[in-house]
């Protein structure tokens, strides 16, 4: 689950992660009065007004500004907050800025002394432990770095029987050449940061930039979190940061039928259940001559209902020109996916797009006679290579 920049400080802040003092508005007023209060409690006279959207890139758009008056904080608020934001991640449409956090200014007198490095907490894979990455190259795409500059990339694998320890946390302050305070408060930064990643069940902590001030203080800038949605039940206080407005409505929807659902930008049309079908699915549309207009996993549990919440979904997309429906019959029926399909198409109505089914496994000798004995235009397939061709067919 993606979550806001000042929620995620607000998880940092708990498990002792220097962060700037900031709050979060949704209005001029409010913006004004959150400027006030930091300036009572920190007496810094800039701030930093920041968009608040799930995706990275807000300041090349326009979403980032810093006020050095309480007049510019009203201006950029009024700017930034229901302001259409259009950065690399959001993608041509952009999103909508619904609230603005207002920060801090760490960008005070001695600007030339300070730092920017990159951060990130996240689990390697291959090697089955977390590892914290990290660059001298910070508040700047990490994937620039890595392709121009990989030698600025480190990475620091963390047992998982131990834990964090002393000793990495210096080796991590020394390779971004710090020294003195510095490198005391960055070597307490680290030992936070990874403990907050870990206590918390995310899967992905991105700090960007790491700022270090030019009094040596070493504070998170920016921040990025991604929670674990399958440890949500230990965090209750974390489960109602999930922000709808930043979600896909299809996925929404999807959610409340239990339907694994991505909207891609393509022409056909996907409904599959497991995962690595549903992969091999839109691999084999592509060989054919289109491209999946989703991702929709309707499980080991499919049924009449879900299955016509499957098409509604997939029928909302105007992109799509055909839909293909292919069921491995393992822990579900075929035969109960073929009725599903059928009392989804009574349901429905008219649908205007051609309907490929392919059914295998248990019972789909079965299913395939209920589809060919509905008197729907539905079009049956038995091999994958079957399937692909009535797609290339029908799409073109």
């Not at 608040?52 to 006020?67: D, L, Y």
């Not at 349901?347 to 729907?376: F, Y």
């Amino acid at each position: 689950m993606n979550i806001h920049e000042y929620q995620a400080k607000s998880i940092l802040k708990q498990f002792g992660v220097a962060v700037p003092e900031g709050i979060v508005a949704e209005n001029v007023e409010e913006a004004i009065e959150a400027a006030k209060k930091i300036r009572e409690k920190t007496g810094v006279e800039t701030w930093a007004v920041k968009a608040q959207i799930h995706a990275g890139g807000r300041g090349k758009g326009g979403g980032v500004k810093i006020a050095k008056s309480m007049d510019e904080v009203k201006k950029y608020a009024e700017d930034i907050i229901g302001m259409n934001l259009i950065t690399h991640q959001t993608g041509p449409k952009g999103k909508k800025v619904n609230k603005v956090l207002i920060e801090q200014s760490i960008y005070y007198p001695g600007e030339s002394k300070i730092q920017e490095f990159y951060m990130s907490v996240l689990l390697n894979r291959a090697a089955g432990r977390n590892i914290i990455m990290y660059s001298t190259e910070g508040g700047m795409d990490i994937e620039t770095v890595a392709e121009k500059t990989p030698h600025l990339i480190f990475k620091e694998e963390i047992d998982p029987k131990v834990g964090i320890q002393a000793f990495q946390a210096r080796k991590i302050a020394f390779n971004l050449g710090l020294d003195g305070a510095a490198f005391k408060d960055m070597v307490k930064f680290v030992i936070a940061l990874y403990n907050a990643y870990e206590k918390s069940d995310s899967s992905l902590f991105e700090i960007n930039p790491v700022f270090k001030t030019s009094d040596n203080k070493i504070f998170a800038a920016d921040a990025k979190v991604n929670l674990d949605d399958n440890a949500l039940y230990r965090h209750p206080d974390y489960a109602i940061m999930r922000d709808l407005d930043e979600e896909d409505p299809n996925e929404i929807e999807a959610g409340k039928y239990n339907l694994n659902f991505v909207k891609l930008d393509g022409n056909v049309g996907c409904m599959v259940n497991g995962a690595g079908l549903a992969m091999a699915t839109m691999d084999i549309i592509k060989l054919a001559g289109g491209d999946p207009a989703n991702f929709l996993d309707v499980g080991g549990s499919a049924n009449a209902q879900t299955v016509e919440a499957g098409f509604r979904i997939i029928l909302k997309d105007p992109n799509v020109k055909a839909i293909l429906i292919n069921i491995f019959g393992g822990i579900v029926r075929c035969d109960r996916v073929a009725q599903g399909v059928v009392d989804a198409y009574k349901a429905i109505g008219t649908i205007n797009v051609p309907v490929i089914v392919r059914l295998q496994g248990t019972n789909a000798a079965e299913g395939k006679m209920l589809i060919d004995k509905s008197g729907l235009k539905v079009h049956s397939a038995i091999t994958l290579q079957e399937a692909a061709d009535l797609v290339k067919q029908l799409v073109q």
